[in-house]
């Protein structure tokens, strides 16, 4: 019973270049959320995505930022042309249903982005 | 405008102690409360959780308690271990976890 799968775990990007960050749920999971850990700071949610559909984007940089959970394979967070400040940790979850009838959200082991 | 506050960065408690982290928000909205523990360099770990309806959830050596009126949680650890060392996060749930700053506990043996 697989948990979160998130890969690559590190990735290292030269400024201006795409990165791309992949999510596969939990199996059964149809709720994805990505969140970023900048260093020495909490948890930040960027955006809630269920099958096909983005449900809150209310925390994703308004450029270069994006993300898609389609019907088929995971999800995709994708940064363009990334800047030192992008360098962070980001962490995919995932859950069962919607979070407000109690389902647990479970995360994943992380992306570690590193911009040189 | 930071909706779930943990004003403690770190915390460090003898081997065997009481663990108290707290967490205070701001959102009356938020009706399901979660503590993460989190290691360096691994995801979140899901520890504990409790709706709004109630005041109390204990799993183990873990309790939260939530006291709706004054807006503050808390994760009890009893007793406190060397492997409970980590980053703990509270997390407030509306659409969206809301996740709070976190807390460096350290047990010292």
């Known amino acids: 019973n697989a948990g979160v799968m998130q890969n690559p775990r590190h990735l290292v990007r030269r400024r201006g270049q795409e990165a791309r960050l992949r999510c596969s749920p939990m199996k059964g999971h149809s709720h994805v959320y990505w969140y970023r850990q900048l260093p020495e700071e909490g948890l930040k949610f960027m955006v809630y995505?269920?099958?096909?559909?983005?449900?809150?984007e209310s925390g994703m940089p308004k450029e270069r930022f994006s993300a898609e959970f389609p019907k088929e394979g995971p999800s995709i967070l994708r940064i363009q042309q990334v800047v030192r400040g992008d360098s962070a940790a980001y962490f995919c979850?995932?859950?069962?249903?919607?979070?407000?009838?109690?389902?647990?959200?479970?995360f994943g082991e992380g992306s570690w982005l590193t911009v040189v | 405008d930071q909706q779930v506050k943990q004003n403690s960065p770190s915390l460090s408690v003898q081997e065997g102690r009481i663990s108290i982290l707290n967490c205070d928000y701001t959102?009356?909205?938020?009706?399901?409360f979660l503590w993460y523990k989190k290691y360096p360099a691994e995801g979140p770990t899901f520890l504990i959780s409790?709706?709004?309806?109630?005041d109390k959830n204990e799993d183990g050596r873990f309790t939260v308690f939530l006291n709706k009126s004054a807006k503050h949680l808390s994760l009890h650890i009893v007793p406190s271990q060397p492997g409970d060392s980590a980053v703990y996060f509270c997390a407030a749930l509306d659409e969206k976890l809301t996740f709070g700053t976190g807390t460096r506990l350290t047990i010292i043996p």
């Open positions: 409790i709706s709004s309806i109630k």
């Open positions: 995505l269920q099958k096909e559909n983005i449900i809150d």
């Open positions: 979850a995932s859950s069962p249903g919607t979070p407000a009838a109690g389902n647990t959200i479970y």
């Open positions: 959102n009356s909205m938020f009706d399901y």
